[in-house]
């Protein structure tokens, strides 16, 4: 396995649009996905294979990858939407976590 | 309602046991596989074993490989978590989550998402 690496911390104000990054050395070959976790909850899945959407998660929530960079992409960021983001990936029967991004709405 | 619901979590010393549960509700548990994934207070995620829909396969980590054993149930509602000869580094909040996975993570066509977790079984190993 390898190490998947994101930025410690991630500042927007409301309604812009940010991103986090996820990077990885052979993430160009393999599905990201993406976990929302607000403080004292637990993780939900926001974006699996790299794009695509579960039922429920608002349309605002996008996923892209070129090369060895997964990013999530939050569009008009809502106060609601402060919370830790974690990447994760599946390599040789091993599930990688990225070590997470809190992302602050100022 | 999709539902896991963890238990069986407490306070043991270095080198007991503990079995915690995945209880799953508004599904077939064994049309899924289940995953296990802790984290410490503060800290990030980690994930820990799975197992495959028919329960005929799992995978752990390298941390527990050989101390935790994860199996389902005859009835196929519950999972289990076997945990022994735990240590202080065991300590951390445990949660099991509904599971898609294909392959072994060495093709292109591989995945592997979670996509129902439950609300976590506090785990505790001190002396």
């Known amino acids: 396995s390898y190490d998947l690496t994101q930025p410690p911390s991630v500042s927007v104000s409301p309604g812009q649009t940010t991103s986090v990054t996820c990077f990885g050395n052979e993430l160009e070959y393999k599905y990201v996905s993406w976990y929302q976790q607000s403080p004292g909850q637990s993780p939900v899945l926001v974006i699996h294979q790299d794009y695509k959407r579960p039922s429920g998660i608002p349309e605002r929530f996008s996923g892209s990858k070129s090369g060895h960079t997964a990013t999530l992409t939050i569009s008009g960021t809502q106060a609601m939407d402060e919370a830790e983001y974690y990447c994760?990936?599946?390599?040789?029967?091993?599930?990688?976590f990225g070590g997470g991004t809190k992302l602050t709405v100022l | 309602d999709v539902q896991l619901v963890e238990s069986g979590g407490g306070f043991v010393q270095p080198g007991g046991s503990l079995r915690l549960s995945c209880a799953a509700s508004?599904?077939?548990?064994?049309?899924?596989?289940v995953s296990w994934v802790r984290q410490v207070p503060g800290k990030g995620l980690e994930w820990v074993s799975v197992i495959s829909a028919n329960g005929g396969s799992t995978y752990y980590a390298d941390s527990v490989k050989g101390r935790f054993t994860l199996s389902k149930d005859s009835a196929e509602t519950t999972a289990y978590l076997e945990m022994n000869s735990l240590r202080a580094e065991d300590t951390a909040v445990y949660y099991c989550a509904k599971t898609y996975y294909f392959g072994s993570g060495t093709s292109v066509a591989d995945y592997y998402y979670m996509d129902v977790w439950g609300k976590g079984t506090t785990v505790t190993v001190s002396s």
């Open positions: 994760q990936a599946w390599d040789r029967f091993t599930v990688m």
């Open positions: 508004g599904f077939i548990l064994s049309s899924y596989a």
